[in-house]
Structure formats: structure tokens, C-alpha cells
């Protein structure tokens, strides 16, 4: 596994940055970036399963393994989802999806850092950066 981390500062209060990334209609526009139409079931609260899925229902399981409100939302990720049915659990305890907020002078910093399979490096490389500046653009407005 490989981490990389992605930073962006947003001129927004951490609750409205916080709710553009976890509201249902903010949250499929943004990760629109990654797959048209991508959604999760599931409730946001620790120790919670929850499913990152595209149409068709495929996708990752993962534990939401902390929540702290308008600051820390961390994914444990287990495995896959094809056909709306968990895989086995494949990921072991590095797949990790990270988002981290800071309260800054004027606005948010926001941090995902994500543990990824080298195949899937140069994926999340283009990807999250594109996801983020849309994340911000929402916020901001």
C-alpha cells in the first residue's frame, strides 16, 4: 500500500465543509469526480459498516472507525461490493481513507490521505484533486 495525501484550504467554516462532504446531494456531486453517480448507504457513525457504491452497486465496504464532528471522518476500507454483495474481507488494516479538518483564520484546511494499491496510485492521484476543488467550490458558494 502506498499513501498519499491531498490538502486544500477552503474559505468556509468547517461546518459548512463538513456537511458539503457528508450531506447526500454534496456528496454525489463531489465524488462525481471519481464515478458518475457514486453514493454511500449507511450511517456516518463510528463503528458503523458502511458501502461506497456506484450504480449497479458496486463498491467498497468499510468500518467508520472515528468520527469527530466538523473535524475527523476515518474509513477503515474491508473489501468489495459487486452486486450489492460484500466480498470477503481482502484490505486488511491499511486500506484507510482519511478526511481531517482544521478550523484555520479565514476558512478550512481539509486533508484526505488515503492508503491505495500501487495499481490504483496514478487513479487517486488525478482523481482526488479534482474531487477536492469541487468539495471547495460547494462550499465556497
Known sequence: ?????????????????????????????????????SYYEGELAEGNEIRFLSPGEHGLFALVEKVVPFQKMHFLHYGEVIDGIPQEKTFGDEAIEYYDLEEKENGTELTVTINTAEEFLTYFTNSFPRALNIVKELAEE
Open 1 to 37: 500500500m502506498k499513501k498519499i495525501q491531498f490538502t486544500v484550504f477552503i474559505n468556509a467554516s468547517v461546518e459548512k465543509v463538513w456537511n458539503t462532504l457528508w450531506d447526500d446531494d454534496t456528496y454525489r456531486k463531489w465524488t462525481a469526480s471519481f464515478i458518475k453517480g
